[in-house]
């Protein structure tokens, strides 16, 4: 499965000495409601697949892939589970994990545009320290009131 064959698609992992989940890649929105009704209709697609003999993996960490096709309503799924029923069962413990899951994920999104802000902050002191450097003619009370407002934003 590539991501351009899909039109959504989310990957995750799973540890299952810790029972953490966590979204490696998603193009859905992060919201619950979302992610339960692609779930929802995945697990319904998987009913009546028939039973996989194949050996489980025994692995820390496994890795899933899943991406629907909308115009086929097709699901395509990746796994290192090496057994197509415990890939369904691992989903359906991260279905009813959603909630803290997507708390977590939601947050990291927010920590890395705060990292953002703060660099870009950074960046915009260091040009307009530049530019005082350049000017020296700007009186110093209206220097504090650019330092002020960098900072207060």
Same mark, same amino acid.
Request: proline share 3%; no cysteine; glycine share 6%.
């Given at each position: 499965?590539?991501?351009?064959? /899909? &039109? ?8 299952? #000495? ?15 409601? /979302? ?22 993996? #025994? ?5 899933? #892939? ?6 086929? &309503? ?16 691992? /989903? ?11 708390? /977590? ?49």
């Amino acid at each position: 499965m590539t991501k351009a064959a /899909v &039109d959504v698609y989310f990957e995750f992992t799973w540890n299952p #000495k810790t029972d953490k989940y966590n979204i490696t890649s998603t193009n859905l929105k992060k919201e619950k409601k /979302v992610f339960e009704e692609v779930i929802e209709n995945y697990l319904y697609a998987q009913m009546g697949a028939g039973e996989d003999k194949s050996p489980s993996a #025994k692995l820390e960490e496994y890795k899933i #892939k899943i991406g629907l096709d909308l115009s086929e &309503d097709i699901f395509y799924t990746e796994s290192n589970t090496g057994n197509k029923g415990l890939t369904t069962g691992i /989903v359906m413990g991260f279905s009813k994990s959603l909630e803290s899951i997507l708390k /977590v994920a939601n947050y990291n999104t927010q920590s890395v545009k705060v990292a953002n802000y703060n660099a870009q902050s950074d960046i915009l002191k260091h040009t307009i320290d530049i530019f005082l450097k350049e000017n020296p003619n700007i009186p110093e009370t209206e220097i504090t009131i650019i330092e002020k407002n960098i900072g207060s934003s």
